[in-house]
């Protein structure tokens, strides 16, 4: 197996840029990583990367290797997907990703209920609230609220999830209760963004009786995660557009108050994406048949 997993690491070096991130990918450290290329790079008689002490990039033949090694692994996933089929015990790395209310707060915490079903499984997560490249970042599942965005994908709807925009009551206070989404866009409200390079929310769309309007709302603060959002409005800094399930106890014990509750922000669905070929493989199937009936309880409404 270690040519193959020698493979595995000259695959994710080359698609993350450095040994440490590869390395870190497959659970390795540096030192080991770089073992890994050297045994690999000796084998084939190649060097497959020109390094610095600043820099690494791929030699011509590395390149070329890259393609086939991928193609040979690829191959390999496959048949171990179909032997596995036959197996009553699913085992194996199930790689996922999701948004950070998302994973914290629906995906995580499913997961050891999997794992005690299937023990020889393992789950590797990474939260963002960032676009990911699914085929790049070596996935198996990537969740998302909204809309997915790749065709090239297989989706999952699992659930609709309801936004809210809400604000505390000290904000409330301070600065008046919007009455209409005009209201929105005049000081001194303050809309709290989720803003992040090519992100999605640069306007909110509400849902009226004229039918959906987009508005290009502003504010004094943004960032790239959700929680600090959140955060932010329970300070009492301003109003936020948040999926319902993420900020439902602020609602309920009265630190969050919703806002403009007839003209709601446009629901949203909670799913995830997936390459075709990887519902092939029984752990992956397992694991979103397990999510797709154990995350309703998160969408209940209310």
């Excluded at 996933?77 to 209310?101: K, N």
């Excluded at 000290?170 to 809309?191: A, I």
């Excluded at 629901?267 to 390459?275: E, K, M, N, Q, V």
Aim: with cysteine; glycine share 6%; hydrophobic share 40%.
């Amino acid at each position: 197996m270690s040519y193959i997993e020698s493979l595995r690491v000259f695959v994710r070096v080359m698609e993350l840029g450095s040994i440490t991130s590869g390395g870190r990918d497959l659970r390795l450290t540096p030192a080991v990583a770089s073992k890994r290329l050297k045994e690999l790079e000796n084998h084939l008689g190649v060097r497959l990367f020109n390094r610095t002490t600043r820099s690494m990039t791929p030699t011509e033949v590395g390149s070329v290797f890259y393609d086939e090694a991928k193609a040979v692994l690829l191959a390999i996933d496959h048949a171990e997907a179909r032997v596995a089929s036959f197996s009553d015990a699913p085992r194996g790395a199930i790689r996922i990703t999701a948004p950070l209310g998302v994973g914290r707060r629906i995906v995580a915490p499913l997961v050891p209920e999997f794992s005690d079903l299937y023990p020889e499984t393992e789950i590797r997560m990474r939260l963002s609230d960032r676009k990911v490249d699914i085929m790049a970042d070596g996935l198996d599942i990537a969740f998302f609220i909204g809309e997915p965005g790749d065709s090239t994908m297989k989706l999952r709807k699992f659930a609709d999830c309801d936004r809210v925009l809400c604000a505390s009551p000290e904000y409330l206070s301070n600065f008046g209760v919007p009455n209409t989404p005009d209201d929105l866009l005049h000081m001194p409200h303050n809309c709290l963004l989720l803003r992040y390079p090519r992100s999605p929310e640069y306007f909110w769309t509400l849902n009226t009786d004229m039918g959906p309007r987009k508005l290009e709302v502003h504010g004094k603060y943004d960032a790239d995660d959700g929680d600090v959002l959140t955060d932010w409005a329970l300070a009492g800094k301003g109003i936020v557009n948040k999926p319902r399930f993420d900020v439902r106890e602020y609602l309920e014990d009265g630190r969050l108050v919703e806002v403009l509750p007839k003209t709601p922000p446009l629901p949203t669905i909670f799913g995830c994406l997936y390459p075709h070929k990887k519902l092939q493989d029984p752990k992956v199937r397992l694991f979103v048949e397990y999510i797709a009936q154990h995350s309703k309880r998160f969408f209940v409404p209310g």
